[in-house]
């Protein structure tokens, strides 16, 4: 059985030693707070991607939205409440929580699967915003069944458009046709695959479109991603 999951998609631009934080594992939220309304307020969501790019310079890192809280109609003192609750995960400098202090909105983002990425999407121009809210990304799912493990095959889930360039986790890149009558990716290499992933019916395989006739490829397994 297929899936199709649809997630966003957030650019959040920051000064490169709050990224080398967030890669270190020392800051584990990331917080905006604006005098108005503006994103992330209300557009960010538990499971959305975000994508970290430092400040006129390069992307640095990624990770997924954990928890999000919003708060909204703040006070000055409100605010310093925020600052008490959240100064250690947000390393937030005195002079940050200090030009904070008349904002009316705020968003808190916890944190996970971060890691460190020199790759992120295309943006428009800044126009000094330090967030982006991107179009969705589609992701095509399929879980192994025991039949696929037992036999080393992968389907391709409805709506992948074959004949296509699959791109491994490992960067090997193959062309996936089908076979005959059936939705089974050829490829003879997927023996080897499914085998070093040590993969179980269940885990399943991701299809993320990459442009047109080409789709990232990546295994999830019960505990997480799979490592190439």
Same mark, same amino acid.
């Given at each position: ?19 080398? =934080? ?88 916890? =944190? ?16 000094? =915003? ?26 391709a889930p409805e709506g992948v458009q074959t004949p296509a360039t699959l791109v491994l986790p490992d960067g090997t890149e193959i062309i996936g046709e089908l076979a005959k009558g059936s939705r089974r990716l050829k ?41 190439s």
């Open positions: 059985m297929s899936i199709l999951r649809i997630m966003a998609r957030h650019v959040a631009i920051l000064l490169r030693p709050y990224i080398r =934080l967030i890669l270190n594992g020392v800051k584990t939220v990331e917080s905006r707070l604006t005098i108005t309304r503006r994103a992330p307020f209300g557009e960010v969501a538990v499971g959305d991607v975000i994508h970290f790019k430092a400040s006129s310079g390069p992307y640095m890192a990624q990770a997924v939205a954990d928890a999000v809280r919003f708060e909204e109609n703040l006070t000055p003192a409100k605010v310093d409440a925020l600052r008490k609750r959240y100064d250690r995960q947000v390393c937030g400098q005195p002079e940050y929580w200090q030009a904070k202090r008349m904002a009316k909105y705020a968003t808190f983002i916890k =944190l996970r699967d971060v890691k460190a990425t020199a790759e992120g999407p295309a943006l428009p121009p800044s126009q000094g =915003l330090a967030w982006f809210v991107l179009p969705e990304l589609i992701e095509y799912r399929t879980a192994l069944s025991a039949g696929a493990v037992r036999n080393r095959y992968v389907m490829w003879r290499g997927w023996l080897k695959w499914l085998r070093d992933q040590q993969l179980i019916p269940g885990d399943q395989v991701v299809f993320t479109p990459a442009g047109p006739g080409r789709y990232n490829i990546r295994f999830v397994t019960g505990t997480g991603e799979a490592s």
